[in-house]
C-alpha cells in the first residue's frame, strides 16, 4: 500500500490574499442583497426551485466531501492534514483550471480509507438530496483514485452500495452507480479496474470516463468500452468540458456514449449539434463547475440556455460540490439568474432530467408527473 499522505501545508493559502470562497455563492448573495424588489424575486425563485422535484446525472460522491467531513475522517483514520482549519482548506478551493481542481480532489480523496468513510461520505449526500428535493441521483464514483493507493475495490463500492440502500430505504431516494475511468491513466489501468467490476455488475449500471480531459482523447479508451458495453454496461464521458467539440463528437462515435457528461464546447459546432439534438443525446452541464474550473468567464455567458434554445436535451447538475460552492438547487438558481430562465426553462430542466435518466419508463412517467403537477401549481 502507497503511504497516505495529507494535504500539502500552505497550498496555495499562504501569501495569497483571502479571496471569496465561492465566486458563485458570493454572486448569489450580492444579488440577493441588492434591493427589496430583487430580493422578493430572488426569494420566490429560490423557493421555487427548492421545491421542485429533480434528478441529478453529473454528481462525482469524492466531490461531495465537505471540509468538514475531511477534517473528522483525517482525525478518524490519523492521517495529519497540513492545513490548519477548515477555513485554510475552504480558502485554497480556487482553481485556474480542471487539473488544479483534479490535485486538490484527488489529494482530499485520501482520507477515504474504511468502509464506514464511504459510506458516510455518500450517506451525507443523499441527505442534501433529501433537502433540496433531489428524488434521484445517478452517481460517478472513480474506484481508481482509491485503488492506486491501496483500498480495495471492494471497500469503496460497499460502503457507498450500503448508503444508497438506507437512502432507498430511509430517504426514499432512488439512484444508480456509475464507475469512471481516470483517463489520465493507461489503458491497461482502465481494463483491470472493469474487470474487478464484473464482479459487482447487480451494483454499477454504466461506466464513465473522468478526470484530465487535455492530452486524453475518447479514443484512448475505445478498446475498454467496447469490452464493457459486450458486458453489459451502458456508457457515459465526461467530453467537452475543457477539451474541443471533436471530444464529444468521439464519445458519440467512439464510445458509444448514451449521454455527455458537460459537453458545452459543442456550442462551437452546429453540425454536432444538430446531430446531439436529432438524436436527443443528454448533455449534464454543471454551471458552476465550469465557472469555478473558468471554463467560461462569467455565467452569463455559459451556453446552457442556448443549448437549449437549439433542442438539445439539457440537464443541469453540481459535479463536485464541496469544491465548486453549491448543489444542484444551487446551480439551478445562479443559472436561472444569469441566464434569465423563466419558471418554464427550469420546469424543462427538471423534466430533462428524468428523461434523460436510466430510470424505466413508468418511473420516469411518475416523476415526469409529479413536475407537472408542481410547475402547473407553482406557475
Ligand atoms: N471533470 C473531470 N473529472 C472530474 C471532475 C470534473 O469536473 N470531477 C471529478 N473528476
Ligand atoms: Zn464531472
Known amino acids: 500500500m502507497k503511504p497516505v499522505t495529507g494535504l500539502i ?3 496555495k493559502v499562504e501569501g495569497l490574499k483571502s479571496r471569496t470562497f465561492c465566486r458563485a455563492k458570493a454572486f448569489i448573495f450580492k444579488k440577493n442583497r441588492n434591493f427589496d424588489g430583487k430580493r422578493n424575486i430572488m426569494t420566490t425563485l429560490s423557493e421555487f426551485i427548492h421545491g421542485l422535484p429533480k434528478a441529478e446525472l453529473h454528481l462525482h460522491i469524492e466531490g461531495t466531501l465537505e471540509p468538514e467531513l475531511l477534517f473528522q475522517l483525517a482525525e478518524r483514520n490519523h492521517i495529519q492534514l497540513k ?12 482553481f485556474s483550471n480542471l487539473q488544479e481542481f483534479l490535485d486538490l480532489y484527488y489529494e482530499g480523496a485520501n482520507v477515504l480509507i474504511e468502509e464506514q468513510d464511504f459510506y458516510d461520505l455518500t450517506w451525507d449526500y443523499l441527505e442534501k438530496c433529501k433537502e433540496q428535493n433531489v428524488v434521484h441521483t445517478e452517481i460517478f464514483f472513480d474506484p481508481q483514485t482509491h485503488t492506486e493507493r491501496g483500498i480495495l475495490f471492494a471497500t469503496v463500492i460497499n460502503g457507498i452500495n450500503r448508503a444508497l440502500q438506507d437512502g432507498r430505504e430511509k430517504l426514499g431516494i432512488s439512484s444508480k452507480l456509475i464507475m469512471c475511468f481516470l483517463r489520465h491513466l493507461d489503458e491497461a489501468s482502465a481494463f483491470q479496474t472493469l474487470d474487478e467490476a464484473l464482479d459487482y455488475k447487480d451494483l454499477i449500471v454504466a461506466v464513465g470516463l473522468d478526470s484530465s480531459e487535455k492530452g486524453n482523447p475518447p479514443g484512448k479508451f475505445e478498446r475498454v468500452f467496447a469490452k464493457a458495453r459486450e458486458e453489459g454496461f451502458l456508457t457515459v464521458a465526461h467530453a467537452g468540458e475543457e477539451g474541443p467539440a471533436s471530444f464529444v463528437k468521439d464519445a458519440v462515435d467512439l464510445l458509444k456514449i448514451i449521454r455527455i457528461d458537460h459537453g458545452i464546447a459543442a456550442i462551437q459546432d452546429e ?31 455559459h451556453p446552457l440556455k442556448k443549448l437549449m434554445d437549439h433542442g438539445l436535451l ?20 445562479a443559472s436561472a439568474e444569469a441566464l434569465g430562465l423563466s419558471k418554464a426553462d427550469l420546469c424543462q430542466l427538471a423534466k430533462n432530467s428524468v428523461i434523460a435518466s436510466l430510470l424505466s419508463e413508468p418511473e420516469k412517467e411518475h416523476h415526469i408527473n409529479a413536475i407537472q403537477q408542481y410547475c402547473s401549481e407553482n406557475a
Open 9 to 11: 501545508e500552505g497550498m
Open 83 to 94: 492545513y490548519p482549519s477548515v477555513e485554510a482548506l475552504k480558502k485554497a478551493y480556487k
Open 314 to 333: 439539457v440537464t443541469v447538475n453540481s459535479d463536485d460540490p464541496a469544491y465548486f460552492g453549491g448543489y444542484v438547487n444551487e446551480n439551478y438558481l
Open 271 to 301: 453540425f454536432l449539434l444538430a446531430e446531439l439534438a436529432q438524436k436527443q443525446i443528454p448533455l449534464t452541464v454543471c454551471p458552476l463547475s465550469n465557472l469555478e474550473l473558468r471554463a467560461v468567464d462569467q455565467l452569463e455567458n
